[in-house]
């Protein structure tokens, strides 16, 4: 055998071994079921709260970066869902008003910024990925092992588009679709230990109201609003400019929309519809209004559905997963559930909005 012939049997046996090494690798990179599985162990081993009694609020920095949030306790109980029907500009889906119960939960102190997210945007240790959710690159991946690593991210593209707001700090993430929020709390939830996932619509307005019966929760008159909410003004505001409802949440009125978990039904009120986790793409639930509506968007009952035109701009084809191109006003805000659910049911909720254009 020459050395010529040997040299290539050699580099051809290394080539094998290089795509069978990265093939393992992309097989443990896996964002699916079992994957989940791993997270929640991490989560039963870290969140140690099981009692209403025990909750806290609390301050963290997520790991390995400079990025603070803040989560506000919120006791559970019953409250009024929807609009009366004498509540000035109200819509036909506010209603009827209905009695709901409300498990506890943390919230967000405020809407999630752009400094938090973008750790998870442009994390090294996490995949970049194809608009489907492929593995896309392995350059930057060093710890196959960690769950961290295997969690889905937006495509170069994407992560490109949305980084170019890594500058913004402390302002409000907008234009990110229903998908990259829930990815964001599967991402921190792995960070910290804890669950994280959207709030339901029934958990947004109950916080929203904190315990408040009038149109907003600093009362009927939208004249008075000026002093809780950002609105009606040319672009968002950093995130708690203003002062807080009573259970000490910020921007729950204005600044930006927000996504919830459900699908929206124009009669949910009517039904259990209310409570059914979203499986079409559109409508979807978002509320509280922005820092480009008007005072009657703002209401503590409005709701408010996502369309295909939030697309419409996007150069991609098919449309990307991860950016909403004409929505520039819609953000989101994380819950963490005092019950720690299924794996299932995480799976669901951090992968429900990864679903092709109907």
Not at 103 to 121: A, C, L, R
Request: with cysteine.
């Amino acid at each position: 055998m020459s050395a010529t012939t040997s040299h290539r049997i050699i580099g051809f046996l290394l080539l094998i071994s290089f795509f069978s090494h990265f093939s393992g690798q992309a097989e443990e990179l896996k964002d699916d079921i079992n994957l989940t599985k791993k997270i929640r162990a991490l989560i039963l081993k870290k969140s140690t709260v099981s009692e209403e009694g025990k909750m806290k609020d609390y301050h963290a920095v997520i790991s390995k970066t400079e990025a603070p949030y803040d989560m506000v306790a919120i006791k559970g109980g019953e409250f009024f869902m929807g609009s009366p029907d004498d509540e000035k500009h109200r819509e036909n889906d506010e209603g009827p008003q209905h009695k709901v119960h409300v498990e506890p939960f943390w919230m967000g102190k405020y809407e999630v910024t752009w400094d938090q997210i973008i750790n998870y945007v442009l994390n090294k240790n996490t995949a970049y990925r194809t608009r489907n959710g492929a593995l896309f690159s392995q350059s930057s991946i060093n710890m196959p092992d960690d769950p961290i690593t295997a969690i889905s991210a937006p495509s170069e593209y994407a992560a490109h588009s949305l980084s170019s707001n890594s500058n913004q700090k402390g302002f409000p993430v907008v234009g990110i679709s229903q998908h990259t929020a829930s990815k964001y709390c599967q991402w921190l939830s792995a960070k910290t230990g804890h669950y994280y996932r959207l709030p339901t619509e029934a958990e947004w307005e109950y916080a929203c109201r904190a315990g408040t019966p009038t149109t907003y929760s600093s009362g009927n008159d939208a004249n008075n609003l000026k002093k809780y909410a950002v609105f009606d003004v040319n672009q968002p505001a950093k995130v708690g400019s203003k002062i807080p409802n009573p259970w000490k949440l910020y921007d729950m009125h204005g600044n930006v929309m927000e996504w919830c978990l459900n699908q929206y039904y124009p009669d949910a009120y009517r039904s259990d519809a209310s409570s059914i986790p979203a499986t079409k793409l559109y409508p979807r639930v978002f509320r509280g209004g922005s820092w480009y509506d008007y005072p009657e968007n703002l209401r503590s009952s409005a709701r408010f559905y996502s369309e295909k035109n939030f697309k419409q701009d996007d150069p991609l084809s098919p449309k990307s997963y991860w950016h909403l191109s004409n929505a520039p006003w819609l953000g989101f805000r994380i819950v963490r559930p005092l019950t720690i659910p299924s794996a299932e049911e995480m799976f669901q909720l951090w992968n429900s909005g990864k679903i092709k254009d109907m």
